[in-house]
């Protein structure tokens, strides 16, 4: 379901003035082979030709994203090459997708369209107030 979830996000980002229903369609993709193959989802623009590649075996993460310039041509803005092994060891994180966690966020509460969202906090810092543990 995140997965799911994730591929309409995208869809919005694509192209926000333009979208309707009928531009999009979503399709099975894959790379790599055997036990490395890479599945994917594809979200394209039947209009734009602009598209998203999400794997939702690896969380859900970015695995290609292709957006059209100012001048029309097709930019391959990030990927790993169709390399499953690359893919799989992601160094650098290319593509995750990062959530609020309350040690990273002040007191575990934030902001967001103006609603207030708490995060759970499980460790008491004492002065500090309290954060998250996680692992």
Avoid: C
């Amino acid at each position: 379901m995140k997965a799911v979830t994730l591929v309409l996000l995208f869809a919005a980002v694509l192209n926000a003035r333009a979208m309707h229903r009928t531009d999009f369609v979503v399709t099975d993709g894959h790379f790599g082979e055997g036990v490395e193959t890479v599945h994917l989802k594809v979200l394209r623009n039947q209009r734009t030709g602009e598209y998203i590649e999400v794997s939702p075996g690896l969380g859900g993460r970015t695995e290609r994203l292709v957006l059209r310039s100012s001048f029309g041509l097709r930019q391959v803005l990030l990927n790993h090459m169709q390399n499953a092994s690359a893919a799989a060891a992601n160094i650098g994180w290319k593509g995750d997708v990062l959530m609020p966690y309350a040690n990273r966020v002040r007191n575990g509460t934030y902001s967001l369209g103006g609603k207030t969202y708490y995060l759970e906090r499980n460790e008491d810092r004492g002065k500090y107030g309290k954060g998250a543990l996680h692992g």
